[in-house]
């Protein structure tokens, strides 16, 4: 399942991530309001973890116009201990459950469980292109049963190709899902292992294609 975590405390909104990503989960991590604002409107998620103060669009406004646009994926909003109209205007607003902070996170990952049963949505999925499997759980990759050994970052470009299959995936996103938004790498980093990954899945019939200046594509060889 991907996940959108909007939290502006680096710290608290890494440890979330490093959490749902052991837990095989994908991680999208953004730190301002203006910025997630525009990320759910063009890439959305499974599920959002929704801070409501944030700089630039506060959570309230993130949540009222993902609602607007008539997208009903789950919103988790994370509050303050005082901020109880808030939470209020948040349920009203179309949110599906809250955390006050601190909370522990056992309890967000059982509040995404229930929300997972609720809605449908799979929780710690396979998905799987031709005969490559990849198991988000176990952080493997299978191809025709067999175990491939795909470094951690090599894994972590997979997933995010195989998150927005069937469509370009730019250099900047790739680098901000493997080293993690803000994270001060040249968008240049990704491409060693974008080949290395690239040579392991051609042969079991899983290609990764480059559109010059525009990103990746992850396509399975027509049979």
């Known amino acids: 399942m991907r996940i959108v975590i909007v939290e502006d405390n680096e710290t608290l909104a890494k440890a979330i991530s490093y959490r ?7 991680a999208d991590v953004l730190t301002s309001g203006d ?3 525009a990320f ?32 009903n994926c789950p919103v988790i909003l994370l509050t303050a201990r005082s901020e109880t109209s808030d939470r209020v205007a948040g349920l009203d607003l179309g949110a599906d459950d809250y955390l006050v902070k601190p909370f522990e996170m056992d309890e967000l990952e059982a509040r ?13 999925a396979k998905e799987t292109i031709g005969v490559v499997t990849f198991d988000r759980t176990a952080r493997q990759v299978t191809a025709c049963g067999e175990r491939l050994d795909i470094p951690r970052k090599e894994l972590a470009v ?5 998150d927005r299959r069937g469509r370009l995936v730019s250099k900047p996103a790739l680098t901000d899902h493997v080293y993690g938004i803000g994270a001060d790498v040249d968008d240049t980093a990704v491409e060693p292992l974008v080949s290395r990954l690239r040579r392991r899945l051609a042969e079991h019939g899983v290609v990764i294609k480059t559109a010059r200046g525009l990103g990746y594509m992850l396509e399975e060889t027509p049979a």
């Not at 749902?20 to 994908?26: Q, T």
């Open 20 to 26: 749902l990503r052991d837990r095989g989960h994908a």
């Open 35 to 37: 910025e997630a604002d």
């Open 40 to 71: 759910l409107a063009q890439e959305g998620g499974d599920l959002v973890v929704l801070d409501i103060n944030l700089p630039g669009k506060s959570g309230l406004e993130i949540l009222q116009n993902l609602r607007a646009r008539g997208d």
């Open 112 to 124: 995404i469980r229930a929300l997972s049963r609720r809605k449908n949505l799979e929780f710690g």
């Open 158 to 162: 997979l997933e995010c190709l195989l």
